[in-house]
């Protein structure tokens, strides 16, 4: 079956450390997207890249980095300029700009 | 800039109630509206995705209506059931610049036996 997968599921980071989120998707959809959930902030847009090789940055991209060597992968990295790291990330795909989209089932990462 | 507001923050309604959710949008020149539905700590599972061009789309108990004039978009759900309840946003997409939807923060919904 197509979909999006993201992993880990759940995911620790030391004060300091870089981490990447995978996202993966196999519906053969042109753009990519990464998104911040907070408790109470709903839904807020890291990155996105709508073809391969070109990204932009979403509402609140400092911090983060992303690549896209691959139409079928977008990982997301967080580094340690994001003083606050603590969310849930989702990875959504859609078939091309304005078209429906669809989320994978979310990373959550927690700093130790 | 857009903004999304979806009314109420939250219901708790008991079994069987058909229900009304409210997705209230700045601008309307929008390209499309999606209904989505999020148990907690997971992702989003997309529910109906409605065109610009279209009024409404249906799927089993679940119709959603778009009035782009009045900047409207509700959610009926018939015959609620406790495995109804999640959190139901709405994500508009303009029409033209990059395409990129403004979510609303949710209905959260409980349907209790």
């Known amino acids: 079956d197509g979909g999006i997968t993201q992993s880990p599921k759940y995911l620790f980071r030391k004060e300091g450390q870089n981490v990447t989120l995978s996202c993966e998707q196999n519906?053969?959809?042109?753009?990519m997207y990464w998104y911040r959930q907070d408790p109470g902030q709903g839904l807020r847009l890291i990155y996105y890249s709508q073809i391969v090789n070109d990204f932009q940055k979403g509402d609140i991209a400092e911090g983060y980095s992303v690549s896209r060597e691959k139409k079928e992968s977008f990982p997301l990295t967080v580094t340690s300029a994001q003083k606050n790291p603590t969310a849930f990330y989702l990875c959504a795909s859609s078939i091309d700009s304005g078209g429906g989209y669809t989320f994978g089932s979310g990373t959550r990462l927690t700093v130790v | 800039k857009q903004e999304v507001t979806q009314i109420p923050a939250a219901l708790s309604v008991p079994e069987g109630e058909n229900l009304v959710l409210n997705c209230s949008f700045t601008d309307s020149a929008i390209y499309n509206l999606q209904w989505f539905r999020q148990d907690p700590g997971k992702g989003l599972t997309s529910l109906l995705l409605i065109q610009s061009s279209q009024r409404e789309q249906t799927s089993g108990r679940l119709n959603a209506s778009l009035d782009k004039s009045s900047g409207r978009s509700t959610l009926y759900i018939a015959a609620s059931q406790p495995g109804d309840s999640a959190t139901y946003l709405c994500a508009v997409t303009p029409s033209g610049g990059s395409y990129i939807p403004t979510f609303g923060r949710g209905t959260s919904l409980i349907v209790h036996p």
């Open positions: 519906l053969n959809h042109d753009a």
